[in-house]
Every structure is written in C-alpha cells, then in structure tokens.
C-alpha cells in the first residue's frame, strides 16, 4: 500500500535588490516620461494589426476588414488628441492653481501618447500601400508630394467609406482608403487592379464643384500623367523617374542584434562600417530596469572623434521620419519582428543614428567619382527646399555624367541603413545607361522589394 504523499505549500523566495534613483531615473518615472509611450496592451494591438496587414497581405477581405479596425482606431486617436489639446488650452489660460503645472504634464504626456498611436496606425496603412506598389518607391515619393491634413475627414467618410464598399464588390482586386496612410496623397481611394494597372478615385458626397475640387482634380490628372510617362516639368525643371538593375544591400543583419540587446538590456549601440553609429533606448525596459547608459556613450565618442577630425556628423532620430515621411520606407516593413517595428514607430524603441557624411563623400570618391562640390558649399545654401529634386548634398562627376547626391539618399544610410556601395552602383548604372540628360533624376531601385518584408 503506497503512501500518500504531504502536499507542501510552494516555497516563498526572497531576493536583494538595488536601484540608483538619480535624475535620469527620475525624468524615466515622471509623468511625461511614464506616460508618453503607450502601455503594453496598446503595442499588442497594433502588432496585432501589423501581423494581419503581412499574413493577408493579398487577400481583399482580410484587408478589408483590417482597414476598418484601422479606421475605428484612428478615429478615436484623433478624438483623444483632440480632447487633451482642448482640456491643456483650458489649463493653461485658467487661473494658476496647485498642481496645475503637474496636470499640463500629464496632459501633454497623453496627447503624445495618443499621437504616437495614431502616427503608427498610419504607419501601419503605409506598409499597405506599399507592398500594393510593389516597393516602387519612385511612385510612392510622387504620391506623398503634398501635405495631407493630419485628421481623418469625418464630414467625408461616409461617401468614402460607401465607395470603398462598393468597389471592393466589383474588383478582383485590392483596395485601400487613404486616409489611412501617410504617403497616399492623392484622391481618397487607391486600387489595385493588377501589378500593372493601378486606379486613383475621388469621392465626392455630392456632385456640387468648386475651385478647390477642380485644383484637386488638376493636381491628380498630371501626377498621373508624370508617373505614366517616368518624366514631367516640375519648378521650371524637367524630372525623371529611372530605375537601375541595382539590388540594394542594407546592415539590417548588423543592425537587429543591437536592437535585441535594447530590448533586453535597455539600450545598446554600435558602430556600422566608418560611416554610421546607430543608439538605440527601448523604453518599456528601461523603465522596468536600471539601464547601462555607458554603451550609448561609447557610439557617441567614436561620433564625436570623427567630427573632431574636421569630418560632418548629423545625428538624427529614427522619428523625425514622420516630418517628411516621402523620404523613408514606413517602419511596418522592415525586415524585423513585428513587434520590434511597432516599438520603431510609436518611439517605444528610441534610435538614434550619427553619420559621419564627410565618410559617405570620400567613399564614393574612392571609387572614381571626382567631387565637383561638396557637403560644406551645398548645405550653406540649406532652406526649406521640398520639392521632388530634393536639395543636394554633394555634386559628383565621372567622364561625361555629373550627379547629385541628395538629402534623401544620406537619410537611407542613417536610418534604413543603406550601404553606401549601392550608391556607387547605382551611379555606375546611370554612367552606362549613354549620355546624361538635363534635369533630375527620381533613381528607383529594381530590387529595392527583396530589403523589406
């Protein structure tokens, strides 16, 4: 006859710890610092989104459905923003009271929680439209040309909405709502009927025109008209669209065991060839841990040796995409886990990159690629120039082919951490092409599609 065994209650365990509650600790816990990123539950949701968005990337129900738990989101992002932007106006013209400059705190702290929500939704819908154009950046920089106003058009949604409902029951194909993204900028419906034969439709609630709808209208039929000819009159200027049989290479192999480790420890950096130091701070560990902030500092002196030594080092953050968003690919598609790429949008994962661009010159020069100006004399002539040219950076010359190298190029080695050797590539294959042409040049990348997702 066997035994019965005692149950035992579980052993309590007791553990030491110590943490060092010092300014920077300090500003982590604060309201604003406590309260700016959005709370575990909230990331989960949008990796949720971002998880449907690349399993059913080609298939119309799927989509047309995420696109409405998208919409219903972003509503009520915009209604938050609204709400805390209406309640700090109250705050800050009432009378002062105690605990008033806590409350705008934390105020403030929600609004920029609720943006950055809303800025990854729309994040969210880029990776949409993009791998509805087949990576084609040349056309997606086009389509993001003008500004779209950051709020969904209540008055017009129903119309959209409607419309989007029924052509979704006509076509074989895919749709999306614009309103959605940051990069379609044109009309308010976007379909995809096959990989060559693409639809922009504007919907109207009624059939009254106006001066606005007709510059509208104007703006959309000669943007069309450029991206069906690859080349049209801009400022005075003729501007090309070319691709190159240029498969771009990228660090993103370098780059993601950094950003393991962030998430890990807190924070991490490296160093990327002679060129780049990338820094990167996950949140929603440092705020739970005591982060070792001596690996940031060690990027930051090997960034700042190289501008000792007279070299031009930019640092920039990994947000500062969303002020011109025509000039990056979205977050949702970079080849990361897709949790790791909703922490890069929302700013969760804060990522900072110094490129030495001093070092991107004399590489491109190594390669036989005479500098006719440099970044010193281009960037003193910096404004606030945003048009489809860009501003240049440094102008290159090789036998008959002279070449801009623009800002926008200099933003893909910092942050989509293209390796500078794809320029060089890229020139080449401009060089063999025959003799160069007046005007500038949109360069697309033919295997731009195999870098991302």
Known sequence: MSKMTESRPPRKTFSPRSVAFDDFRRKQVSAFGGRAFPPDEHLMILEDHLGVALRRR??????????????????????????????????????????????????????????????????????????????DRATLTVLATHARKPHVNIEGLAAELGALAELWNQTQGLAILNDLTHFLKKADLTIRHDANNFEFVEVKSSRTKSGKLLRQRADLVETLKFLTEKEGDHLGET?????????????FKAVKPVLDE?????????????????????WSTALRADPDLGKLEKARAIADRW????????????????????????????????????????????????????????????????????????????????????????????????????????????????????????????LRTGPAESGSVLINFDGEVDLWD
């Open 58 to 135: 080609w298939n119309a129900f799927p989509l047309f459905k995420l696109q409405m738990a998208l919409l219903a989101d972003l509503v009520d992002a915009e209604k938050a923003v609204a709400s805390c932007k209406g309640k700090l106006d109250e705050i800050k013209t009432a009378p002062d009271v105690a605990e008033r400059e806590r409350d705008i705190d934390s105020l403030q702290a929600q609004q920029d929680m609720h943006n950055r929500i809303r800025r990854a939704l729309r994040d969210i819908g880029d990776g949409i439209a993009w791998r509805l154009f087949d990576h």
């Open 239 to 251: 501007v090309r669209l070319r691709s190159v049989p240029v498969r771009p290479a990228a660090y």
């Open 262 to 282: 962030a998430e890990r420890t807190g924070t991490a950096s490296a160093v990327i060839g002679e060129h780049l130091t990338v820094e990167f701070v996950d």
């Open 307 to 430: 501008a000792d030594n007279g070299d031009l080092v930019i640092r920039s953050f990994g947000t500062d995409r969303y002020h011109h968003v025509r000039n990056f690919a979205p977050y949702s598609i970079y080849p990361f886990s897709p949790m790791m790429r909703v922490k890069l949008m929302t700013g969760t994962m804060v990522s900072v990159s110094r490129l030495n661009i001093s070092a991107v010159v004399r590489y491109i020069a190594s390669k036989g690629w005479t500098v006719v100006r440099g970044p010193e004399s281009h960037l003193s002539e910096a404004a606030s120039e945003d048009d489809l040219r860009d501003l240049p950076v440094a102008t290159f010359k090789k036998e008959a082919l002279t070449l801009e190298l623009p800002t926008t190029f200099l933003a893909r080695i910092a942050h989509e951490y293209l390796a500078p050797r794809s320029i060089v590539e890229a020139f080449e294959s401009l």
